[in-house]
């Protein structure tokens, strides 16, 4: 097995692509190691020193590390990590549990804009962001202001507020007149 590693814009993460699938469906952010008890494979990265967070996307692992630690000491770890639990053939995800779907449901007289929201981010901004080892969800939208969340390589990122403004904001701005802003949420 050959795990192919990408930097992120976030100097914390690192994108790890094992060459095959990760999740079926949808992604699976794991903050912090209370967390990960619905991953295996989460479970183990976490059992690294250093680690800090974990975030599954279709094809790839994202992993942030500590401030104080160095990748030239957990990057290694991590590789064997990813490596020992894909031939020990156990699930990514233990049991039932379900990746998120990377939307919050939103029904009431905003349901057309936040249809078209919704359509963006997941056509426009969500591909986007995965390249860089990271999602966005969204959380909600009100007043013309829409609130996401973001995830793996994107969460505390230095150029995500960046991203979020002047990215984000002006497509959704440009394409829907009623969003006036886009907030982060934690």
């Known amino acids: 097995m050959f795990i192919q590693t990408e930097s992120t814009p976030n100097p914390a993460t690192l994108k790890f692509l094992p060459g095959q699938t990760v999740l079926e469906t949808g992604t699976a952010d794991f903050p912090t190691r209370e967390v990960a008890d619905a991953s295996p494979l989460a479970m183990r990265i976490f059992g690294i020193d250093g680690t800090t967070g974990v975030f599954f996307g279709n094809d790839f692992v994202t992993v942030t590390k500590a401030e104080a630690a160095e990748w030239d000491h957990v990057k290694p770890a991590v590789l064997g990590a990813i490596m020992e639990h894909f031939q020990s053939g156990q699930p990514v995800m233990a049991g039932e549990a379900q990746p998120a779907s990377g939307h919050a449901e939103h029904t009431g007289p905003d349901g057309e804009i936040v249809g078209q929201i919704k359509e963006l981010l997941d056509t426009r901004v969500r591909p986007a962001v995965a390249q860089d ?21 994107c969460a505390g990122c230095p150029s995500s507020t960046l991203t979020l403004k002047m990215g984000i904001e002006n497509l959704l701005r440009h394409y829907i007149p009623e969003v006036i802003e886009v907030r982060p949420v934690a």
């Open 133 to 153: 080892g990271g999602d966005i969800t969204f959380h909600g939208f009100e007043r013309g202001v829409v609130y996401l969340h973001m995830q793996g390589a």
